[in-house]
């Protein structure tokens, strides 16, 4: 009499191999076109961000006595200045490592060629003194010529204990009612250079965090595509089983026709 | 190796099979619109605008759109009733015992613009056929 195979033999026939090959490249793909919606679900919002690591001038992205524009914030930029003597400022609490104490930062005022004023924030130092030092260093020699840099807008004024000479913010407002050569027009913003002035070390100041806007919508597509991909799995699997139970039906029923005393069914 | 239905999934079939023909039509009648909508957005650049500035019913850019866009809306609808229609096919295709090559035929059904209107009415003709089989076996049998 014949026997029924299993399902597991079933399963190792070539053609429900060939299946399950199939099945499992049906399954990849739509794992990889779920992948692809997951980096689409993050991409949103990365273009325009990489423009700002594109140096550009400054007259470029900034109008004297004009607003700073949102897309000038973090800009790379070159400008040409010639710092004025007398109006260094030291600003105090100033961070250059989030795991370290506060330091310094040391201003200056440049003067670009279209005469317009510029800050410029030299560099940071971890002490006041060093922070003086290279305010004199910086008095004998300053670092006129090309500089490059990160454009930023200007921060607000703080309160501080002003009338002792400590602030805090880099705030153009507050730095052209210090600096002792009038201004013709002040730039909006700030530039921070990237190389430091001597005595000073270079102010850490990254790209702007792009910001990464979770799309759901592509999130939910990429879980679809996954419950697809086991869709397909099981799809093999169900397959197999219909065909485990088919030829066991038509066993049965060969074997009923077979006997001849057989039971009637209800 | 279709096989044929088991007597006590009958009323199941026949359950199904009615859900299945509204979603045919459902999903078929979207399928139109759907490719409506396409040839508007992609041939002429415009999206269906609802209730929005120009009227109550407007043929706007996709960006310039202030009412609801129709557009999106019927792409949504689609797929969804394609779920549901989706869904009937596989259980008739698990209750009657179909071959597969019919369940993916008839799942065609939802993006081949007017087959499913065929289908509706084949597939719910060719269900009551494997029914009214096992019924005469079953009287033979008995």
Request: aromatic share 12%; charged share 15%; proline share 6%.
């Amino acid at each position: 009499m014949q026997t029924q195979a299993t399902m597991w033999q079933i399963a190792r026939r070539p053609r429900w191999i060939g299946a399950l090959v199939l099945a499992l490249a049906i399954a990849g793909g739509f794992a990889a076109l779920g992948q692809w919606q997951l980096s689409r679900s993050f991409e949103s919002g990365a273009a325009p961000d990489e423009q700002t690591e594109n140096i550009v001038a400054l007259d470029a992205v900034s109008t004297p006595q004009q607003p700073v524009p949102a897309l000038a914030t973090g800009q790379l930029v070159t400008a040409e200045a010639t710092f004025v003597a007398g109006d260094y400022v030291v600003l105090s609490d100033r961070f250059n490592d989030v795991n370290a104490a506060p330091g310094f930062w040391v201003v200056g005022h440049g003067i670009t060629p279209d005469g317009a004023s510029l800050a410029v924030a030299l560099g940071w130092s971890a002490t006041a003194d060093e922070a003086e030092s290279a305010v004199a260093g910086l008095e004998q020699s300053a670092p006129d010529g090309v500089l490059t840099g990160r454009y930023l807008p200007s921060e607000s004024p703080q309160e501080s204990d002003f009338e002792a000479g400590q602030r805090s913010a880099l705030a153009v407002s507050e730095l052209v009612n210090l600096w002792a050569q009038q201004p013709a027009g002040v730039h909006g913003g700030y530039l921070v250079t990237d190389a430091a002035a001597s005595g000073l070390v270079r102010i850490d100041s990254p790209a702007p965090l792009s910001e990464v806007s979770l799309n759901l919508l592509n999130v939910f597509y990429a879980i679809e595509w996954v419950v697809f991909a086991g869709f397909a799995i099981f799809l093999w699997y169900r397959l197999v089983r219909d065909t485990w139970e088919a030829e066991g039906e038509a066993l049965r029923d060969a074997e009923l026709a077979a006997t001849p005393h057989a039971p009637p069914v209800e | 190796m279709p096989i044929g239905p088991r007597p006590e999934d009958v009323s199941r079939i026949r359950r199904t099979v009615s859900i299945y023909k509204v979603s045919s039509y459902i999903t078929g009648t979207f399928l139109l619109l759907l490719l409506l909508m396409m040839v508007f957005r992609y041939g002429f650049g415009v999206d269906i605008e609802l209730l929005g500035p120009y009227g109550f019913l407007a043929l706007t850019p996709k960006d310039l759109i202030d009412g609801i866009n129709l557009s999106t809306l019927i792409l949504i609808a689609h797929g969804w009733f394609y779920v549901l229609y989706l869904g009937a096919d596989f259980v008739m295709w698990r209750l009657i015992r179909w071959s597969f090559t019919k369940f993916l035929l008839i799942a065609l059904g939802g993006v081949i613009p007017f087959l499913s209107f065929y289908f509706e009415r084949r597939v719910p003709k060719d269900a009551m056929a494997a029914i009214a089989t096992l019924e005469t076996q079953e009287k033979v049998a008995a």
